[in-house]
């Protein structure tokens, strides 16, 4: 799944950039930022700042950019292959008969 995801961004640049500015705004709020967050002469506490960035990225990724319909499409496809995979796959060396269980067991 982690490999047709990857797959699907690079073949969507624009949105990977989108989700990199994301991922990079969110390093900035959690880790680099030393100072509280002020907005019009307003301290945010870090709840605030935590819904507030939420609120952001998820507006930014379902609403004002492809990224929503490039990670939904990706899944998508994901689901597919491992549900092909499963219907092609020959189920005969998945279980063991009695007399190979009785011998790994040993009881």
């Known amino acids: 799944m982690l ?5 699907t961004f690079l073949l ?4 990977l950039i989108i989700l990199g500015l994301l991922i990079a705004g969110w390093i900035w709020v959690l880790f680099i930022k030393s100072a509280p967050l002020v ?3 307003r301290t945010l506490s870090d709840r605030e ?3 507030a960035m939420s609120g952001i990225s998820f507006i930014t990724i ?4 492809s990224v ?5 499409s990706a ?4 689901v597919a292959i491992v549900v092909l995979h499963g219907a ?3 189920p005969d060396n998945l279980f063991l008969d009695e007399a190979e269980a009785s011998y790994l067991c040993k009881c």
Not at 62 to 65: A, D, E, Q, S, V
């Open 3 to 7: 490999t047709t995801t990857l797959a």
């Open 12 to 15: 969507h640049p624009t949105a």
């Open 39 to 41: 907005i019009g002469g």
């Open 49 to 51: 700042t935590l819904i």
């Open 62 to 65: 379902f609403f004002l950019t």
């Open 68 to 72: 929503g319909a490039v990670l939904f």
């Open 75 to 78: 899944l998508s496809l994901s």
């Open 88 to 90: 092609f796959l020959e």
